[in-house]
C-alpha cells in the first residue's frame, strides 16, 4: 500500500504563487511515476504535471507548461508541484497519483495506482 497525502493549497490571487506537496508513506519504492491531476466543479479531470522516478523525465498538460514545475525528492518522500503565474481557471482540487510501473500522463483513474485525497487551490481574479 500507499499513501497519499496532498498539502499546500489555498487562496491565491491572480499573478500569485503556491506550491503544493505530496508526501508519500508506506511502499514508496512503488511509486515510479508521481502525477498531478486537477478537476474543476463541473469540469473533468485535466492533467496537470507527471515526473518518473530518477527525474529524468517530466510531463506537463498545455495549461501547466512555462508556468508550473514538478520536482521530487525521494529521500523526503516527496513530489512537489510549483505554480507560478496563477490564474483564475487555476482554481480546482489538485490531487497526486501514482503508477509503479509506467511514465502515462492520463487522467483516468484505474490508470494509477494510488491517489490522494487533493488539495484545493482557489485563484482570486
Known amino acids: 500500500q500507499v499513501q497519499l497525502v496532498e498539502s499546500g493549497g489555498g487562496l491565491v490571487q491572480a499573478g500569485g504563487s503556491l506550491r503544493l506537496s505530496c508526501v508519500v508513506s508506506g511502499r514508496t519504492r512503488d511509486t515510479y511515476y508521481m502525477a498531478w491531476i486537477r478537476q474543476a466543479p463541473g469540469k473533468e479531470r485535466e492533467f496537470v504535471a507527471g515526473?518518473?522516478?530518477?527525474?529524468?523525465?517530466?510531463d506537463y498538460g498545455d495549461s501547466a507548461k512555462g508556468r508550473f514545475t514538478i520536482s521530487r525528492d525521494n529521500a523526503k518522500n516527496t513530489v512537489s508541484l510549483q505554480m507560478n503565474s496563477l490564474k483564475p481557471e487555476d482554481t480546482a482540487d489538485y490531487s497526486c497519483?501514482?503508477?509503479?510501473?509506467?511514465?502515462?500522463?492520463?487522467?483516468?483513474?484505474?490508470?494509477?495506482?494510488?491517489w490522494g485525497q487533493g488539495t484545493q487551490v482557489t485563484v482570486s481574479s
Open positions: 497519483a501514482t503508477s509503479h510501473w509506467r511514465r502515462y500522463p492520463s487522467t483516468v483513474r484505474e490508470d494509477y495506482d494510488f
Open positions: 515526473i518518473t522516478w530518477s527525474g529524468s523525465f517530466e
